[in-house]
């Protein structure tokens, strides 16, 4: 989970810090930050937009402390990206992108919810020539275990399955955190 929130972080502090410092660099008019910024995917805007003025000195204790809130910046961000449900609750169809979505169309739709703090979601079988019902259980971080509810004999499909929902699965499965569990 470490590298997980540490690879989250650092890619939506990424995300979110390149149009500031591309707007910062073309207000403090730093031209060959801005252009070259195109060219390394941006890492040039944070430079432009946080290079010192020679005429103003920095001061130390300034920039540890802008490197430090950085860092607590990107753990955050990494923690609402890696684990995003304590925040925007348990979902249907965040679930049911998490354990994987039935097929291109989508037509099974999200995860019901059960009585006693369980959801029946339908995946694909291996040979994706129909959908399996699985009964999963989820723990307040967003992770799962699901168990297969039935097995007939001309149905494959793994018997168990784990995973955790992510930021993903609530921006590309359709989730949208109603409803907490």
């Not at 753990?75 to 995003?84: F, H, K, N, T």
Request: net charge neutral; aromatic share 10%.
């Amino acid at each position: 989970m470490i590298l997980e929130v540490l690879l989250y972080g650092l890619g939506l502090f990424w995300l979110l810090g390149l149009v500031p410092a591309a707007a910062i660099c073309a207000l403090k008019g730093r031209w060959f930050y801005f252009w070259v910024g195109w060219i390394t995917l941006g890492l040039a805007w944070v430079v432009g937009a946080f290079a010192s003025d020679p005429e103003r000195p920095r001061e130390r204790v300034r920039v540890v402390g802008l490197v430090l809130a950085a860092v607590a910046v990107v753990l955050i961000l990494g923690l609402l990206g890696a684990r995003p449900t304590p925040i925007l609750g348990i979902d249907g169809a965040a679930l049911q992108s998490s354990l994987g979505t039935t097929g291109i169309s989508r037509e099974g739709g999200s995860c019901e919810r059960e009585g006693g703090g369980s959801w029946t979601c339908l995946r694909h079988d291996e040979e994706f020539s129909s959908t399996v019902p699985y009964r999963v259980h989820v723990n307040g971080l967003g992770c799962w275990h699901a168990k297969l509810l039935v097995r007939p004999d001309r149905e494959t499909g793994p018997k168990d399955l784990s995973g955790c929902i992510g930021l993903f699965d609530y921006v590309f499965g359709g989730g949208r955190g109603e409803g907490g569990d």
